[in-house]
């Protein structure tokens, strides 16, 4: 038994969970056991343990589930993203050059916001806006007058106004045309204020791209210009001598798109859409190809929905070389490109970092030695069967257990046998799964029928979180994320679970699992100890899950720790986020703290008035009331 343990290491670690293929460099294991990040890939001198991470904040009093951000990796992602653009562009002599604008929406917390202006102002990285409560987020936060400011979204007068505010004040602000009636407002917004202002277009591609978010792109497309609508507001431009206005071609082809192709198919079409757009007579010097550069979140390296079949190197110099094949016959000047990439930016720097609470198991109590001599036939049936299992025979053993269980559920329910009997057939039918599901891990293939037994028998482990508030999409699309224990790796995980988390929803869960080949249906995991706390993470969650996220059950924002590796593995923590209260999520939904006491406490003076309770218990319940709102939404120790 124990020798298969000793066998274990951390490598093997490595690859059952993945860390190579979908940590990219940025997750490493020690030789103790623990998972181990990196604030650049590979950077291995100075990886800093989580499990010591944890230790630090549990010793502040931060409670998990917490959410970790590890600043390095965003700066690292941020440099990565522009260095590779310029590198494509040296290595194909591009004359153009490239600029980044962050989305907002993927992760609008002014902390990563604050990050990402900070981080990428060597590269003069921008922000994109698409609505008024993000432009006004963008014009406070952005200082740098060379980063471009990009007003997407749809646009009323406000907005309008607001935009040619910014661009009055120094702020690079590009506007973009989204919906033909915004031309007209911008024009004439914009003689009223005296501001000449820099315009994009956004244009309705044809292209489509496969994906959740297919209909961004392509003829339904709700945003943008078709080729007559562009063609409407170049002439309306004219007539109101302000193409000069018009610098900016605009398109976004929808988020995660997991294949090359689409997007150099899109990249085409736009290319000959920008050079329409210029022979008009157009000034225009940028193409901005909005998000879609996707995470390997699945480390499959295929265009699998949670994956993406090309590198950042391969984006960079695909997107590159299309637009200057498409541009390579005519006089038109390389365009400077510009990306809206969120995902991609800030996916890595993120994990939910969580407990476990609890586990039940399928397994049956120990099956009596013999059976009692007057037992019914078929359950001596399921008994033989069982005793008789092999590798050889596991399908037809499983087949007959099958068939007897049923023969003797149907005697039950025709009285023929007692609760008893039924009872002893149903402990061998578990008893057999189990037998038959240990002998399945040595086979190469499994039979659907074997593998669903895999699933049956999988451990519950009940862990301290919300799937609703933590990781919406993996309930609202089925994005699957890495999940894996952040300790104990150099122990074999002997178990084979699925995650459920403590919302008393039955969609509360994890059942799906990444896998470089398709998807597992369990997620190995480790015994849990009586003496110690069981850590787990999920990964890559920082883009879109936490505004996602929301209130089911009223369980709240999590707790957000930021850390800062500095060199030789010594790391600092830069910020801290309470989660919210009890009190926090109940207003949330237009509940007042002070109220709800009140009324609680009319309540309590009435069961002391009918002698229910003391007054003293009055107070000790109103104390653990009060307590209790004050307190963390999660399960707390
Ligand atoms: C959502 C969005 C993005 C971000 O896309 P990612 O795939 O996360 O990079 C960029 N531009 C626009 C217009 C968007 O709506």
């Avoid at 698409?130 to 936060?141: C, D, P, T, V």
């Avoid at 190809?289 to 995470?295: E, H, I, K, S």
């Avoid at 293939?445 to 037994?453: A, F, N, R």
Wanted: proline share 4%; hydrophobic share 40%; with cysteine.
């Amino acid at each position: 038994m124990n020798y298969t343990f000793e066998r274990w290491n951390t490598t093997k670690s490595m690859d059952l969970y993945g860390v190579n293929d979908w940590g990219k460099g940025y997750f490493t294991l020690a030789g103790n056991g623990d998972l181990m990040v990196m604030p650049s890939p590979g950077q291995s001198a100075d990886a800093v343990s989580i499990p010591e991470i944890v230790t630090g904040m549990k010793a502040r009093g931060l409670d998990m589930p917490v959410l970790l951000r590890i600043e390095n990796i965003l700066s690292s992602r941020i440099s990565k993203l522009n260095e590779s653009f310029l590198s494509a562009i040296t290595t194909l002599d591009y004359k153009g050059s490239y600029i980044g604008a962050y989305p907002i929406k993927v992760n609008q917390q002014e902390q990563v916001v604050e990050k990402i202006t900070r981080f990428g102002s060597r590269y003069h990285h921008g922000l994109e806006a698409g609505s008024k409560a993000e432009l006004i987020a963008a014009m406070g936060m952005l200082r740098d007058s060379k980063a471009p400011l990009i007003c997407n979204g749809y646009k009323d007068e406000e907005f309008v106004d607001l935009g040619l505010y910014a661009s009055k004040i120094g702020h690079f602000c590009i506007m973009v045309v989204e919906m033909p009636g915004e031309l007209p407002l911008i024009l004439e917004r914009a003689k009223a204020l005296g501001a000449k202002p820099v315009l994009g277009i956004r244009i309705k591609l044809s292209s489509r791209a496969g994906g959740h978010w297919a209909d961004s792109g392509g003829d339904r497309s709700i945003f943008g210009l078709d080729t007559t609508q562009i063609v409407q507001a170049i002439d309306l431009l004219k007539q109101e001598d302000m193409l000069d206005c018009l610098q900016m071609v605009h398109y976004h082809l929808g988020s995660q798109i997991s294949n090359i192709r689409e997007i150099r198919t899109a990249v085409n079409e736009a290319c000959q859409v920008y050079s329409g757009i210029f022979q008009e007579g157009a000034p225009l010097k940028y193409l901005d190809l909005g998000g879609g550069l996707a995470v390997d979140y699945d480390g499959s390296q295929s265009n699998f929905l949670s994956s993406r079949n090309y590198t950042l190197d391969e984006y960079c110099i695909d997107i590159i070389e299309a637009v200057m094949t498409s541009l390579h016959e005519s006089p038109i000047p390389h365009p400077t490109i510009i990306t809206e990439s969120g995902r991609a930016l800030v996916a890595y720097y993120s994990m939910l970092l969580f407990n476990v609470l609890d586990v039940t198991r399928f397994q049956t109590a120990a099956l009596p030695e013999t059976l009692p001599v007057d037992c019914h036939p078929q359950i001596q049936y399921m008994n033989e069967a069982l005793q008789t299992l092999t590798i050889r025979n596991i399908q037809e053993c499983f087949n007959d257990i099958l068939f007897y269980r049923d023969e003797v559920r149907d005697l039950f329910n025709h009285g023929k046998i007692s609760l008893r009997e039924r009872s002893l057939s149903e402990q061998i039918f578990w008893a057999a799964l189990n037998e038959i599901e240990k002998k399945a891990r040595d086979l190469k293939h499994l039979t659907p029928e074997l593998e669903d037994i895999q699933r049956a028998l999988a451990d519950i482990y009940y862990c301290n979180f919300s799937v609703f508030q933590s990781l919406p999409d993996s309930w609202a699309i089925g994005q699957l994320f890495p999940v894996m224990p952040i300790h104990r790796l150099d122990e074999e995980p002997t178990r084979r679970a699925i995650i459920a988390d403590i919302t008393c929803d039955c969609d509360g869960k994890l059942d799906r699992f990444i896998d470089s080949h398709e998807l597992k249906r369990f997620l190995p995991l480790h015994e849990l100890k009586d003496s110690e706390e069981y850590f787990l993470g999920a990964f890559l969650v920082g883009a879109y899950q936490e505004t996602l996220g929301d209130l089911h059950n009223l369980l709240g924002d999590t707790n957000v720790v930021t850390v800062r590796i500095q060199k030789n593995g010594e790391f600092k923590f830069v910020g801290e986020q309470e989660g919210d209260t009890v009190a926090d999520t109940l207003s949330h939904v237009s509940y007042d703290a002070k109220r709800l006491v009140v009324r609680f406490r009319k309540m309590a003076e009435e069961a002391v008035r009918k002698g229910n309770i003391s007054p003293q218990e009055r107070r000790e319940i109103m104390q653990a009331y009060e307590a209790g709102l004050r307190g963390y939404t999660y399960f707390e120790r």
